[in-house]
C-alpha cells in the first residue's frame, strides 16, 4: 500500500481550489437548502474519514454545533481507530453524537446467509447505517447529509441507496484531492486528512488497494474525462495507461445507473422526469 | 433626475422563492421601499426575480399576462421609483417569455423578452421560453437605457445595437450561477461577468447596471456581485458578497457627455461599414452550397 499522498505532494494545479471561497459556498448551501425547507438540523454518519469529518465541520459552521448530529456506526471488524477519530471531531466541534454498535443486526441477518461475501456484507453494513440515519432524523428532526465525493459517485465506489442516500451533498461536486485540500483548510486534524482512505469494512481496508489506483492519479485523469471532456485519443497523449483509461471509462459508465432514479417505464404523456420536470426546490 | 444630473441607483441583489410569485411580490415592495428609504430613483432587481430561475415547468405555472393583477401592482408601486423586474409574461398566443420591465410613474415603460435563451451546460431555457426577437432602447427620466438579460451580454451585437440607439445606460438583470472553482479569490463566472460588464461600458462609454440575484436553487448558487459601472469603464458601486444587498450608487449622467467627448468612440463607429460588412458576410455564408 502506498503511503497517503493528501497533504505532502503538490496539488495538480487544475483541481487546486480557493479553501475560503469553496468553503462559504457549501456552508451557504447547507444553510440555505436545509432551512428553506423548514428543516434546522442535520444528521450525518462520522466515520472519522475526512469526507465526514469536512461534512461535519461544513454543517457546523453553517446552522451551529447544536444543530449537528453525529452518528457513530460501528461494525466488529471496523479499524477501532475510526471511532476515536470520529469522537475527536465530535468533542472538537462540540456535536451531539450517537453511537450504536452496527454488529448485532448485521450478524443476526448473515446468520442465515453465513456464505455471503465482503461485498453483500459491506453493502448491508452501508444499507444499514443509511436507515439508522433516517430513521435518527425523524427523531431528531433533522435532514440527512450526505459525504459522498465526486471521484467515488463516478466510479461508482460507494453502496446505492446506503453511502450514497441523503437530502443533500455539499461535496459530491468535489474530487478527493479536492476534499484533502479543504479539510486541511478548515481546520480537520492531519491525523485525519492524511490516513489512507477506507471504507472500513475491516481495519487496514484500502480504497487505493482495492480500487488499484491512487486518488491523485485519478481525479487528473477524472478531470480531463469529465471536466474537459477529452477524448480517448487525447487522454491516451497526455499518457494515461490504455488499460487504466478503458477500466476507468467503463467503471464511469457501469455505475451511472447509481447517480440516477430508478427507471420508470414509459407509458402516459407525462412520466415523472421525463416530461414532468420540477426543481427540488419547487414553492421554497 | 435632479437639477444637476445626479442619479441615485439602486441594485436590489436578491434571493428568491422558487416559484411562489406571491411570497416574491411581497419581498420586492420591502426592497422597494428599502431603495426608496436610500433616496434611489431608480431600483433594479434580478432577472425573474419575480418567479426564480430555474423554473422547469413551473414557467407556464408562474407566468402573467401584462394586464395581470400582478403587473398592474407593479406599476403602483412605481408612482415615484422606477422599477426593474423580472417575470415570465405569457402572451396571448400562450408563448412564454422571459421578460424584465421596466416601470415609471405608475406605467409600464417597456419590456425586454430575453433574446439568447442559454440551453447548454446546466442550462435549458429555449426548452421553456419562446425567444425574444428584437434589442430597444427607451427614454427614461434619466436619459435613454436598454435592457439585456443575463445570458443577452454574452452576444457583443445586443450591447452593441442598444449602444447605436443611443443609450446612456444599459440595464442587466441576471441569475448567473456560480461555478469555475480554482485558486483564485472568485468564481470564473465572476471574473467572466466582470470583463464583460466593465468592457461593455467603456467601450460603449454607457454606464452599465449589472444586477445579479443571490441565493441557491437546487445546489446552484448564485454568486451576487451586483455593480454600477460608469462609462469609462470604472466600478462605482459593487457588492463583492452573495448575500442579499441593497447595491446603491450616485451617479452623475453628466459623465455620459464628457467621457465620449474625451473618448469619441461612438462618434468614430462606422455603422454604414458595419452593415455592409455584416451584410456581405451573410451574404457569402447563405450563398454555400453546403
Redesign the interface.
Known amino acids: 500500500m502506498s503511503a497517503p499522498a493528501s497533504l505532502s505532494e503538490p496539488v495538480f494545479p ?1 483541481l ?3 479553501a ?3 468553503k ?2 457549501l456552508v ?2 447547507i444553510r ?2 436545509v432551512r ?1 425547507v423548514g428543516f434546522e438540523r442535520v444528521i450525518l454518519n462520522l466515520s472519522g474519514g475526512v469526507d465526514s469529518s469536512l461534512v461535519a465541520v461544513l454543517a457546523t459552521e453553517a446552522l451551529g454545533a447544536q444543530n449537528v448530529m453525529a452518528l457513530i456506526l460501528p461494525y466488529k471488524t471496523s479499524d477501532p481507530k475510526s471511532r476515536t477519530d470520529a469522537l475527536q471531531m465530535v468533542a472538537q466541534l462540540g456535536l451531539h453524537h450517537l453511537e450504536v454498535d452496527i454488529t448485532p443486526q448485521i450478524d443476526a441477518y448473515f446468520a442465515r446467509f453465513p456464505e455471503a461475501n465482503q461485498v453483500r456484507r459491506g453493502n448491508k453494513m452501508a444499507r444499514e447505517r443509511m436507515t439508522i440515519a433516517y430513521d435518527q432524523s425523524l427523531a431528531w428532526r433533522a435532514l440527512v447529509i450526505g459525504t459522498s465525493n465526486k471521484t467515488e459517485l463516478l466510479l461508482g465506489y460507494g453502496t446505492i441507496y446506503g453511502d450514497t442516500a441523503s437530502a ?1 451533498n455539499p461535496v459530491g461536486d468535489l474530487y478527493k484531492t479536492q476534499v484533502w485540500q479543504l479539510a486541511d483548510a478548515v481546520g480537520v486534524p492531519t491525523a485525519i486528512v492524511q490516513k489512507a482512505p477506507s471504507a472500513d469494512l475491516w481495519a487496514g481496508q484500502s480504497d487505493e488497494t482495492e480500487l488499484g489506483f491512487q486518488y491523485r492519479k485519478v481525479d487528473q485523469f477524472l478531470y480531463y474525462l469529465v471536466d474537459r471532456r477529452y477524448s480517448v485519443e487525447e487522454l491516451k497523449r497526455l499518457g494515461f495507461e490504455p488499460a487504466f483509461i478503458e477500466d476507468i471509462i467503463r467503471r464511469v459508465r457501469d455505475n451511472q445507473y447509481k447517480r440516477r432514479l430508478p427507471l420508470i417505464a414509459k407509458l402516459s404523456s407525462r412520466t415523472i422526469d421525463r416530461e ?9 | 433626475m435632479s437639477q444637476d444630473g445626479r442619479l441615485t441607483v439602486a441594485l436590489a441583489q436578491v434571493d428568491a422563492a422558487l416559484g411562489d410569485r406571491d411570497k416574491n411580490l411581497e419581498r420586492h415592495r420591502g426592497w422597494i421601499q428599502r431603495a426608496r428609504n436610500s433616496g434611489a430613483q431608480l431600483v433594479v432587481f434580478p432577472e425573474l426575480s419575480l418567479t426564480g430561475y430555474f423554473l422547469k415547468d413551473l414557467v407556464a405555472e408562474t407566468a402573467v399576462s401584462i394586464e395581470s393583477p400582478t403587473v398592474k401592482q407593479l406599476s403602483e408601486l412605481s408612482r415615484d421609483i422606477d422599477i426593474v423586474v423580472g417575470l415570465v409574461i405569457e402572451e396571448p398566443d400562450h408563448r412564454y417569455f422571459n421578460a424584465s420591465l421596466y416601470f415609471s410613474a405608475g406605467e409600464l415603460v417597456h419590456l425586454h423578452r430575453k433574446v439568447y435563451l442559454p440551453t447548454y451546460g446546466m442550462f435549458d431555457d429555449t426548452r421553456y421560453f419562446a425567444t425574444g426577437n428584437r434589442f430597444r432602447s427607451f427614454k427614461t427620466s434619466f436619459g435613454r437605457a436598454g435592457m439585456l438579460i443575463c445570458e443577452d451580454i454574452w452576444h457583443l451585437s445586443s450591447a452593441y445595437v442598444l449602444s447605436l440607439e443611443g443609450v446612456d445606460m444599459i440595464i442587466c438583470p441576471s441569475a448567473s450561477p456560480g461555478r469555475g472553482i480554482s485558486t483564485d479569490e472568485r468564481l470564473g463566472t465572476a471574473e467572466s461577468y466582470e470583463i464583460l460588464c466593465r468592457t461593455y461600458a467603456q467601450f460603449l462609454t454607457s454606464f452599465f447596471l449589472y444586477c445579479n440575484r443571490v441565493g441557491y436553487e437546487d445546489g446552484a448558487n448564485f454568486w451576487g456581485g451586483s455593480m454600477v459601472i460608469g462609462p469609462n469603464g470604472d466600478i462605482i458601486a459593487r457588492e463583492t458578497d452573495a448575500d442579499e444587498a441593497l447595491v446603491v450608487a450616485r451617479v452623475d449622467l453628466g459623465d455620459v457627455r464628457r467621457d465620449r467627448l474625451a473618448n469619441p468612440l461612438l462618434r468614430d463607429e462606422k455603422l454604414e461599414l458595419t452593415v455592409n460588412e455584416l451584410r456581405r458576410v451573410l451574404h457569402e455564408r447563405t450563398r454555400k452550397p453546403f
Open positions: 487544475p487546486a481550489i480557493n475560503e471561497l469553496v462559504g459556498i451557504g448551501f440555505n437548502e428553506k443533500i414532468f420536470r420540477y426543481p427540488r426546490d419547487w414553492g421554497h
